[in-house]
């Protein structure tokens, strides 16, 4: 909340100095919280491109990208092959430092918005997102085609936890827009960083950042936690849980 | 009504769990054992990941046990000294099998070893169980009397042992090896083993039907609470409320099946026993067999900040 901010007051201030344009954007709630009957919501980014007096005057289509980053984590793909007749994991890669959720909106089809060198560089579109890897020691992200890579990215967007559409972004008017950002059930926590590039004419102009955050709650999650960080105790309520009911199921179908 | 496990991190819906808890729980009151082959396989069906299946199946299995041991106790049908000799073993075996199945973990292979395990054991005890039912099916038709059972080499080994309620001298060897092998494969399969313990006692140990059942139980109970502890501890991977359910749709089907077994006899129990684990094993057989529909998983290792 702070460095979403923090992020618009420095585009802000900075922003006209440097661009002819400035972005400013907000999300329809910087905090969700996803209670033990979630079963998936949709949060909206709000914005608007300004234009002063510095802006050319055949500027008048914008493109825009949305990126949506949730907490990074480490990762295994398997690949199974069959081996005497049974299929077993033999191969696997380690994605390290990866986003959990990643989503990526655009007003047109990516390749129509800027050139594949520009989209490279500026990391638009599943494929050109930086995925890094470890392979044998090295660490780098390899081609799009390569086949742990895109096996990762469709196990991700089967789960709904990785997607891209070149029209979730709309433009109301010619320079305020809006998006949905879905976040489905098994979404994970924590905070999501949403960066909003500016294209015109296929050219990089500018960018502003933005974040909110996802918070579990309820017995569930209160669960959860006890379970990894007093896995003790966890273990003995359990086993406690586990007795009671024995207990208390002797007694109630005693036969006499 | 949809509830979302914590530690699964999955939705499911109750209804279904604690209808999954009852038929189980029949099943293993119908047979008198703890019916976790038989829980672990179907929860594994529903999409839980083995892995959290076998975690939580063996806090479901202690509960039922507990109950049973229970009556059990109080019939006086329980062997406190052969009890504690089959512990020292099934203790250490557990805590192997935690070690294993963490090791397993790390190395991707776990689904893959349970899976195998299942298949391994079930259609072998399955196979054999069948068998023999259709022995004993066979003879009681013709009316021929079985042959009786003479003593064999396990009744050879040192360091004997006089078990007093069971009416038996023994050596502790065996026992404590039972109690290994019954621990580790529990821990790693979450299973209670009943199904293997009961068969090894009677007919390798040669301990009396009388006092069988419920020693075997005290034996599943506390491995099971043993593994729970310890699952809990090293893999976190134990899903309370998934365990709740069941062991409540668990101790009452029990209670019904207990009395559907009463009516079946002895042979015809173990034909169906044999069949149903004969069939579970083959199951996993064939998942291993055909193709899976996708050859890639990921599984992520925690995310940080």
Redesign the interface.
């Known amino acids: 909340m702070i460095r979403a901010t923090l992020a618009l007051l420095f585009v802000l201030l900075l922003g006209p100095a440097a661009r002819a344009e400035r972005l400013i954007v907000s999300v329809s709630n910087h905090r969700v919280t996803v209670t033990?009957?979630?079963?998936g919501e949709e949060l909206v980014l709000f914005g608007s491109v300004e234009k002063d007096a510095t802006t050319p005057a055949d500027r008048k289509a914008y493109d825009l990208v949305v990126t949506v980053m949730g907490?990074?984590?480490?990762?295994?793909?398997?690949?199974?092959?069959?081996t005497f007749?049974?299929?077993?994991?033999t191969d696997?890669r380690q994605f390290l430092?990866v986003p959990?959720y990643l989503a990526l909106f655009a007003n047109r089809p990516f390749e129509a918005i800027t050139s594949p060198e520009i989209a490279r560089r500026q990391q638009i579109g599943l494929n050109n997102v930086l995925l890094t890897q470890r392979v044998s020691g090295d660490f780098a992200d390899v081609v799009p085609n390569d086949a742990?890579r895109s096996?990762?990215i469709?196990?991700?967007t089967q789960r709904g936890l990785y997607r891209e559409d070149g029209s979730a972004v709309t433009f109301l008017t010619p320079t305020l827009f809006r998006t949905g950002i879905p976040l489905p059930?098994?979404v994970?926590?924590?905070?999501y960083d949403v960066e909003i590039k500016l294209f015109a004419n296929g050219a990089f102009i500018g960018k502003t950042e933005t974040a909110f955050e996802i918070v579990k709650v309820g017995f569930?999650?209160f669960?959860?936690t006890t379970?990894?960080q007093n896995?003790?105790i966890?273990?003995?309520?359990?086993?406690a849980?586990?007795?009671m009911?024995?207990?208390?199921?002797?007694i109630v179908?005693?036969?006499d | 009504m949809?509830?979302?496990?914590?530690?699964a991190?999955l939705?499911v819906n109750v209804f279904l769990v604690l209808a999954m808890g009852a038929a189980v729980g029949f099943v293993s009151g119908m047979f008198g054992i703890g019916g976790g082959f038989l829980m672990t396989p179907l929860l594994i069906f529903i999409g839980i990941t083995p892995a959290v299946a076998v975690a939580s199946v063996a806090?479901?299995i202690?509960?039922?046990?507990?109950?049973?041991?229970?009556?059990y106790w109080r019939r006086r049908a329980i062997d406190p000294a052969l009890a504690s000799v089959l512990l020292c073993g099934g203790v250490t075996g557990t805590a192997l099998g935690v070690w294993t199945f963490t090791q397993l973990r790390a190395l991707?292979?776990l689904?893959?070893m349970i899976a195998?395990s299942y298949v391994v054991l079930l259609t072998a005890v399955g196979s054999l169980m069948f068998s023999e039912g259709l022995r004993a099916l066979m003879r009681t038709r013709r009316g021929t009397v079985p042959p009786r059972r003479t003593h064999n080499w396990i009744h050879g080994l040192p360091l004997k042992m006089r078990f007093k309620r069971s009416k038996i001298y023994l050596s502790v060897i065996p026992v404590v090896v039972v109690g290994i092998m019954i621990g580790f494969i529990g821990a790693i399969m979450g299973i209670g083993g009943g199904f293997i313990l009961v068969p090894i006692m009677i007919y390798l140990l040669r301990v009396p039907t009388s006092t069988v059942i419920g020693t075997s139980m005290v034996l599943t109970l506390v491995t099971?609470?043993f593994a729970?502890?310890?699952?809990?501890?090293?893999n976190?991977l134990?899903d309370?409320?998934l365990?709740?359910i069941l062991?409540?749709g668990g101790?009452?089907g029990?209670?019904f099946g207990a009395r559907a077994g009463q009516r079946i006899r002895g042979e015809q129990l173990r034909l169906l026993l044999g069949l149903l684990i004969l069939s579970v094993g083959i199951r996993f057989a064939i998942e291993?067999?055909i193709?899976?529909s996708?050859?890639?998983?990921?599984?992520?290792?925690?995310?940080?900040?």
Do not use: C
């Not at chain 1, 994970?188 to 905070?191: F, Q, R, Y």
């Not at chain 1, 009911?245 to 002797?250: D, F, I, L």
């Not at chain 2, 949809?2 to 530690?7: D, E, F, G, N, T």
């Not at chain 2, 202690?62 to 009556?71: D, E, H």
């Open positions: 033990p009957n979630y079963s907490p990074r984590a480490d990762m295994v793909t398997r690949r199974k092959e069959r007749g049974i299929w077993i994991n696997y430092q959990s742990f096996a990762f469709r196990l991700r059930a098994e994970p926590i924590g905070t569930e999650q669960v959860a379970a990894r896995g003790l966890y273990g003995l309520v359990t086993a849980m586990a007795l009911t024995g207990w208390m199921a002797s179908f005693r036969k | 949809q509830l979302y496990l914590p530690i991190d939705p806090s479901h202690a509960a039922s046990s507990f109950s049973g041991a229970l009556s991707g292979q689904d893959l195998l099971m609470l729970t502890m310890l699952h809990a501890v090293t976190h134990v309370a409320v365990a709740l062991m409540v101790v009452t029990a209670q291993l067999v193709q899976p996708d050859l890639f998983t990921i599984r992520e290792m925690g995310v940080s900040g």
